[in-house]
């Protein structure tokens, strides 16, 4: 009798998830997820302090990356903080 394999829980890659974060911070921002460019700093984005804590309280729940605060009012772009978050999720 076999047993059906389960198949390793994906785990998106850092070009998977900028376009989810994009979206994520378009809809805190009122704007389109085109609109947020993944390489400019997120601190020119906009995002007051309340803002990013949601928004970082939000992306966790949704997508199960954990962010810091300081990873949302930093120099860090959304491509670099997607890579970021991925490289220390714990497989």
Not at 54 to 78: C, H, K, M, P, Y
């Amino acid at each position: 009798m076999s047993h059906p394999t389960k198949s390793a829980p994906h785990h998106p890659t850092p070009s998977e998830l900028v376009p989810r974060l994009q979206g994520a911070f378009a809809g805190y921002l009122g704007l389109e997820p085109a609109q947020v460019d993944p390489d400019r700093p997120i601190d020119e984005l906009g995002l007051d302090s309340l803002t990013a804590a949601q928004l970082a309280l939000d992306i966790e729940d949704r997508l199960g990356v954990s962010l810091f605060l300081n990873d949302l009012s930093g120099r860090e772009t959304i491509a670099e903080l997607a890579a970021s978050a991925l490289a220390e999720r714990v497989p």
